[in-house]
């Protein structure tokens, strides 16, 4: 059966018409969905499209007891008296651990605190590497994470993660990870195995990835705008399929 070119530009002209309207009113079903009713602002996530990184990276070099500040996380610093045990294994997404014991409950340790939030819409693994780079020899430093918020008064108090063991210059980084809810905040603290050890470190946190979020509004617009021009074309091929 013979279809003119005319009928052919109908056809595709509601086609397109009514994928437009499917899109427009999915909006609203999937910004409904957004993480509390208290967001401001409806928008639309678009989780069927890969992010480009699962993770940012952020790079901490300072010396113990001069926290470096900077943009994605606060700082601090203090000291705490006595340390947890060191048991030698790091934490994993894969294996958590419960605290360890108290080692010692004497001796006044330097420590610097980085807290950061999980600013992505689901829970993820954050990945941590801990390097000393001075001094040399041991027993250097080791990381504690904790979940919130840390009391140097009560060590295991929101214990999250450790790295296991400590390092120093020349002997390596040491990697541990864990798993941080939506919204979720941790708190690394970058402390001495011994008092009065001091020195300079490199701390690499890979935080989940925060999805971009697109305003409904300014969805609508670019969907009514397309839809706009869509249909000045349809209608000027209409015009020229009539004049011929």
Not at 174 to 193: D, H, I, K, T
Not at 219 to 237: E, I, N, Y
Request: include cysteine; charged fraction near 10%.
């Amino acid at each position: 059966m013979h279809v003119n070119h005319s009928l052919k530009l109908k056809i595709v002209g509601v086609v397109v018409f009514a994928v437009v309207l499917v899109l427009a009113l999915g909006v609203g079903n999937v910004s409904a969905q957004g993480p509390s009713a208290s967001d401001s602002g409806r928008v639309m996530r678009l989780p069927a499209f890969p992010a480009l990184a699962t993770a940012t990276r952020t790079t901490i070099i300072a010396t113990l007891g001069s926290p470096v500040f900077g943009a994605g996380y606060t700082a601090g610093t203090g000291t705490q008296t006595g340390r947890l045990f060191r048991d030698g294994v790091p934490s994993t997404c894969a294996a958590p651990k419960v605290s360890p014991s108290i080692y010692t409950a004497s001796g006044s340790r330097k420590y610097d605190t980085y807290k950061f939030t999980n600013t992505s819409n689901a829970s993820g693994c954050v990945q941590v590497t801990f390097n000393v780079l001075s001094p040399s020899g041991a027993p250097g430093h080791w990381v504690v994470a904790y979940n919130g918020s840390f009391n140097p008064a009560n060590l295991q108090q929101n214990y999250l993660a450790d790295t296991g063991s400590s390092t120093w210059n020349g002997q390596g980084p040491v990697p541990f990870s864990f798993n941080l809810g939506a919204g979720a905040s941790v708190v690394f603290v970058v402390q001495e195995v011994d008092p009065s050890i001091g020195g300079d470190y490199r701390l690499d946190v890979d935080m989940p990835f925060a999805p971009a979020e697109v305003p409904e509004s300014d969805t609508l617009l670019l969907l009514a705008g397309g839809l706009g021009g869509f249909t000045t074309w349809l209608g000027w091929q209409w015009r020229k399929q009539k004049r011929k």
